[in-house]
T-cell receptor
C-alpha cells in the first residue's frame, strides 16, 4: 500500500517570492508520483509527474519537482509565484505496476499575497 | 475534447434520501474513476471501471453506494439513505486504458450536502 504526507497544510507567501511545497511518500513497491492543482470550483489539473529517469521534473506554469528516493520525498518548487498560483496543491502516488488508483495527500493551500 | 462533465454540480438533500450523480467522461476514454473529497482532505479512491466492468471498489464504498457504467460511456453513482457523513465533493475522472493513472482528466465534481 502507498501513503502520502504533505507536511504543510497552508503556505502563505508574497508574490514573486520562491515557494516549496513538501511531500513525503511511503511505498513497498516502485511508484509514480504526481502533483495536482485544484483551483476553486474546478477539477484537479495535473501539474507534473515523475515516472522514471531524471529526478528533476518540470511541469506547467513554471513548477518543478525533485524526486528523492533515499528521502522518499517529492517536493514541489517555483522560483517566483504569482497571485494566480493561489490554489490547493495535492501530492499523489500510484503503484508503477498494475496501479489503478491514485492515493492523494491531504493537500497544501498555497496563498500568494500581494 | 469537451472534458469530463458531472451533473449536478451541487446537491442538497435531507438525511435518508437517495441521490444519484452522473459523470460523462471524455468520449474515447474507456477508464472511469470515482473519488470522494471531504473538506480539508485530498480525494479518496472509491471505484473504477474499465469500459462497463467495475474492476475495483474501495472499502469506503459501503452497501449504500452503488456505481454503474452500463454502456461503457457515462457512469452513475447512487447513494441510498444518505447520512450526514456522506457530505463531500464527489469527483469523476477518466483516462485511456493505455495511460491509466498517468493521465487522468478530472471533472469539476458534484458537491453533496446532507442536512
Amino acid at each position: 500500500a502507498q501513503s502520502v504526507t504533505q507536511l504543510d497544510s497552508q503556505v502563505p507567501v508574497f508574490e514573486e517570492a520562491p515557494v516549496e511545497l513538501r511531500c513525503n511518500y511511503s511505498s513497498s513497491v516502485s511508484v509514480y508520483l504526481f502533483w495536482y492543482v485544484q483551483y476553486p470550483n474546478q477539477g484537479l489539473q495535473l501539474l507534473l509527474k515523475y515516472l522514471s529517469g531524471s529526478t528533476l521534473v518540470k511541469g506547467i506554469n513554471g513548477f518543478e519537482a525533485e524526486f528523492n528516493k533515499s528521502q522518499t520525498s517529492f517536493h514541489l518548487r517555483k522560483p517566483s509565484v504569482h497571485i494566480s498560483d493561489t490554489a490547493e496543491y495535492f501530492c499523489a502516488v500510484s503503484a508503477a505496476t498494475g496501479g489503478f488508483k491514485t492515493i492523494f495527500g491531504a493537500g497544501t493551500r498555497l496563498f500568494v499575497k500581494a | 475534447d469537451t472534458g469530463v462533465s458531472q451533473d449536478p454540480r451541487h446537491k442538497i438533500t435531507k438525511r435518508g434520501q437517495n441521490v444519484t450523480f452522473r459523470c460523462d467522461p471524455i468520449s474515447e476514454h474507456n477508464r472511469l474513476y470515482w473519488y470522494r473529497q471531504t473538506l480539508g482532505q485530498g480525494p479518496e479512491f472509491l471505484t473504477y471501471f474499465q469500459n462497463e466492468a467495475q474492476l475495483e471498489k474501495s472499502r469506503l464504498l459501503s452497501d449504500r453506494f452503488s456505481a454503474e457504467r452500463p454502456k461503457g460511456s457515462f457512469s452513475t453513482l447512487e447513494i441510498q439513505r444518505t447520512e450526514q457523513g456522506d457530505s463531500a465533493m464527489y469527483l469523476c475522472a477518466s483516462s485511456l486504458s493505455g495511460q491509466g493513472v498517468l493521465k487522468q482528466y478530472f471533472g469539476p465534481g458534484t458537491r453533496l450536502t446532507v442536512t
